[in-house]
């Protein structure tokens, strides 16, 4: 069965500093990954995808993640963090067992101090 | 403006009584899912469709029942079996089967049982 694993629970980084949010999964094939953003009371937002190709994925807001399949992870990375960007993070793999299903990791919380 | 479209926001209900959340989308998607998400544990999967007349369960099935009437809509009943069923509901929708694809999110219902 496939799986995801957010290890980082809760991080704080101040405004300016870079980010690194880490995601490992566990998938037998070769996995389709997603990274999403959730702003406290909505919805999830996709910010960036995998699918195949160049390993470095970029998406919105500044947004990028690195593929690594020698380490199973596909880590979401931002160079300069702004206020705004205080949210949950989700790392998700998608599945080929009944359409398209995607498993979630338990999410990252970011938090930004001024 | 495409999107789905969840309601109400905020919903509130005596133990014992059954409650219907509402999830609409106007993407033309064929798939459809509902997730349940709680503090701490990521998304977690009820039950999805890929066609209409036609759905499946998720992990988390128990306590709930869906009906897919129409390509458009996907209303998800939270029953009295259900033993917890306080929690953020999130609907979303993709274009259909093949992993993949995007998973469009709507807003959630924060549903509150007292």
């Known amino acids: 069965a496939q799986s995801v694993t957010q290890p980082d629970i809760h991080i704080t980084v101040s405004e300016g500093a870079s980010l690194e949010l880490r995601c490992n999964y566990s998938?037998?094939?070769?996995?389709?990954l997603f990274w999403y953003v959730q702003s406290p009371g909505q919805g999830l937002q996709l910010l960036l995808k995998?699918?195949?190709?160049?390993?470095l994925v970029q998406g919105i807001k500044g947004f990028e993640a690195e593929f690594k399949r020698s380490q199973s992870s596909f880590n979401l990375r931002k160079p300069s963090v702004h206020w705004s960007d205080a949210a949950e993070y989700f790392c998700?793999?998608?599945?080929?067992?009944?359409?398209?299903?995607?498993?979630f990791g338990g999410g990252t919380r970011l938090m930004v101090k001024p | 403006d495409g999107g789905i479209t969840q309601s109400p926001k905020y919903l509130f209900r005596k133990e014992g009584q059954n409650v219907t959340l509402s999830c609409e989308q106007n993407?033309?998607?064929?798939?459809m899912y509902w997730y349940r998400q709680d503090p701490g544990q990521g998304l977690r999967l009820i039950y999805y469709?890929?066609?209409?007349?036609?759905?499946q369960k998720g992990d988390i099935a128990e306590g709930y029942s869906v009906s897919r009437e129409k390509k458009e809509s996907f209303p998800l009943t939270v029953t009295s079996a259900q033993k917890n069923p306080t929690a953020f509901y999130l609907c979303?929708?993709?274009?259909?089967?093949?992993?993949?694809?995007?998973?469009?999110f709507g807003q959630g219902t924060r549903l509150t049982v007292v």
């Open positions: 998938y037998g094939a070769t996995p389709y």
């Open positions: 469709s890929q066609i209409v007349n036609d759905f």
């Open positions: 995998y699918f195949s190709g160049d390993t």
């Open positions: 979303a929708s993709s274009i259909g089967q093949g992993w993949g694809t995007e998973a469009f």
């Open positions: 998700a793999v998608g599945s080929n067992n009944a359409g398209n299903m995607l498993t």
């Open positions: 993407l033309n998607h064929d798939a």
